[in-house]
């Protein structure tokens, strides 16, 4: 089997079927013509709950639901599994982004235990349910191995070793077979401590979606439906009942920042699994969006590592293997340089790649020197590593909420459908407060949402500012901001210039909140860098919220471009 092409506008047209020109790995073993399809709602209808976003927290909500009998309506604004999910490493880890020593400083013994069980229960989860329904997705449980960034024979190794008190904070917890600190170890090049973690996991993630989905649609069409490319426009509340309104189609001549109204939804409870959730004004001032990068190598299968890998640097290295289409052999993926949405030039983003290949070189010596797959994908980040799940009392109280996954939201997505099932059915969860949305900050995470929230101000500045003066200095096959000069007063216009040097220009103002974007060089597309809008470069359709709706188009190339996708 061939690699699927990247960059390749008609492989994923208007990134309907993911937010990225870069194909994940997942491609190569199933494509996207083999992904599951769904039409667009064709008409209003009654539920009792509405989940919004088919990804791993939107479908394993539905799952869940849907197993306790509650009618569930599932819908996503391109098709499924096009999100982030689809663009994650498949990890599945209870090794979070701060050391547990410090987690339990930060919320306390107990919470911690709590933090912890959720994310053990998560893990076994997906076991349990691929076993019950046979879903090959390549579910594997083994250990967990976290190395030093820096080598015993660094000058500064004892000051960047926060490992050993790992093992005893498991003890405190209760949990001290879990997990066991080695002084030596020996990896490739590397020669000091290393914590082994018992019980960690890997799987095929739109392989285990698209199994799900086949299962809801065999075996309970009567409580279960599911639409593609019909995405949530508004929703309000009235008599205890919530409606929500999609997008329709656009009239021929729209006016700027228009959208039309498609069909409604009535439902008593509505779930946003969707990342950032629509018009929630706290969670977007609590939460920040990062991009993280990742390649897939091939390796010969005995060269394949038995464990899980990763580093203690922030952010950290993260590597596992994945099944490849020549069983002899196997995809190394490796992960990191995570940085903050929309602040990197062209140059500063084919380097992430790069330094990725770097690093896997000095360890597996086996891998390419030329990736086969090359992606990113985006997190959302809480300041206390805990992400929000439950009931949004600001939004209702029967809107339901699941953003901030820190980094592990494959893992904070099972979480989520387990206390958002529970909670709408009236079952008692024993992690639900400490996930709650509404929880006031921890004292030690305070000075980190001030810091993000004034850095998130200062993004504004690119208004003024612009990536090139004249269409002319743009390449093709890339984008950049320039002013748009007197006729349109100055307005920064977000320019793309194709493979045959046609431009096609939409308003660079994010509809969100009047950000400016800015190129990501690396998937093509605009990146918001205040709160983390994303938008595909060649069509300006929304990939990634808190945005609602696209770019507005400035000129007739990039109307049909709009067009062209819509329909396609």
């Known amino acids: 089997m061939s690699r699927p092409?990247?960059?390749?506008?008609?492989?994923?047209?208007?990134?309907?079927?993911?937010?990225?020109?870069?194909?994940?790995?997942?491609?190569?073993?199933?494509?996207?013509?083999?992904?599951?399809?769904?039409?667009?709602?064709?008409?209003?209808?009654?539920?009792?709950?509405?989940?919004?976003?088919?990804?791993?927290?939107?479908?394993?909500?539905a799952y869940e639901l849907v197993s306790r009998g509650i009618k569930t309506v599932l819908i996503d604004a391109r098709e499924v599994t096009s999100g982030e999910t689809g663009r994650t490493s498949g990890h599945l880890s209870d090794f979070l982004?701060?050391?547990?020593?410090?987690?339990?400083?930060?919320?306390?013994?107990?919470?911690?235990?709590l933090l912890y069980e959720s994310h053990r229960y998560a893990i076994e989860r997906v076991g349990e349910i691929s076993k019950k329904h046979g879903i090959e997705c390549e579910y594997e449980e083994l250990p967990g191995?976290?190395?030093?960034?820096?080598?015993?024979?660094?000058s500064d190794y004892n000051e960047k070793n926060d490992l050993t008190g790992e093992p005893d904070a498991f003890k405190t917890m209760g949990y001290e077979d879990r997990v066991r600190y080695d002084e030596k170890e020996e990896l490739g090049p590397y020669s000091g401590a290393v914590l082994k973690i018992e019980g960690q996991a890997k799987f095929h993630p739109t392989k285990y979606l698209h199994g799900l989905l086949n299962e809801l649609v065999k075996?309970?069409?009567?409580?279960?439906?599911?639409?593609?490319?019909?995405?949530m426009r508004s929703y309000k509340t009235h008599s205890g009942k919530i409606e929500v309104e999609t997008e329709g189609e656009l009239p021929p001549d729209p006016k700027p920042m228009s959208s039309a109204k498609g069909h409604s939804i009535h439902a008593s409870h509505l779930v946003m699994a969707s990342n950032i959730p629509l018009n929630a004004a706290d969670m977007i001032l609590k939460c920040h969006t990062y991009r993280t990068y990742c390649i897939a190598s091939t390796i010969p299968a005995a060269s394949a590592p038995p464990y899980l890998l990763y580093n203690n640097s922030d952010p950290y290295i993260y590597v596992r293997t994945a099944a490849h289409p020549d069983p002899s052999k196997r995809y190394l993926?490796?992960?990191?340089?995570?940085h903050k949405t929309g602040i990197l030039s062209k140059e500063d983003y084919s380097a992430k790649f790069s330094k990725l290949v770097n690093?896997?070189?000095?360890?597996?010596?086996?891998?390419?020197?030329?990736?086969?797959?090359?992606?990113?994908?985006?997190?959302?980040?809480?300041?206390?590593?805990?992400?929000?799940?439950g009931r949004d009392s600001t939004l209702g109280n029967n809107i339901w909420i699941?953003?901030?996954?820190?980094?592990?939201?494959?893992?904070?997505a099972v979480i989520a459908s387990k206390i958002l099932s529970d909670e709408i059915t009236g079952v008692h969860n024993p992690w639900a407060k400490l996930y709650s949305p509404s929880r006031k900050p921890s004292p030690r995470s305070i000075p980190e949402v001030i810091s993000e929230n004034v850095e998130q101000v200062s993004k504004y500045a690119r208004a003024i500012t612009v990536d090139i003066r004249d269409i002319e200095e743009l390449p093709v096959c890339s984008g950049g901001v320039l002013h748009s000069g007197l006729k349109k007063l100055g307005k920064p216009v977000a320019a793309y210039k194709d493979e045959n040097g046609d431009v096609r220009t939409f308003s660079a103002i994010c509809p969100h909140a009047g950000g400016i974007v800015a190129w990501n060089a690396v998937e093509k597309s605009w990146d918001c860098p205040v709160h983390g809008s994303r938008f595909d470069g060649l069509t300006g359709k929304c990939v990634f919220g808190p945005s609602n709706r696209g770019l507005t188009a400035e000129d007739e190339n990039a109307e049909v471009a709009i067009e062209s996708s819509a329909s396609g």
């Open 333 to 338: 993926l490796i992960g990191g340089e995570d």
């Open 97 to 113: 982004g701060s050391r547990w020593k410090s987690i339990i400083q930060e919320h306390g013994v107990e919470n911690a235990k």
């Open 359 to 389: 690093w896997g070189k000095q360890f597996f010596p086996d891998m390419l020197d030329s990736p086969d797959f090359a992606w990113s994908g985006q997190v959302v980040e809480a300041a206390d590593n805990v992400a929000y799940i």
């Open 145 to 154: 191995w976290v190395m030093v960034q820096v080598p015993s024979s660094s």
């Open 402 to 412: 699941s953003t901030g996954d820190c980094g592990n939201g494959l893992t904070h």
């Open 5 to 61: 092409s990247s960059n390749d506008s008609s492989n994923n047209p208007g990134m309907t079927f993911s937010s990225g020109r870069n194909d994940a790995v997942w491609t190569a073993l199933q494509p996207y013509d083999s992904w599951p399809k769904f039409s667009k709602l064709p008409e209003d209808i009654e539920t009792e709950v509405i989940v919004v976003g088919a990804g791993m927290a939107g479908i394993s909500t």
């Open 219 to 231: 075996n309970h069409s009567d409580i279960f439906s599911c639409y593609t490319n019909t995405r």
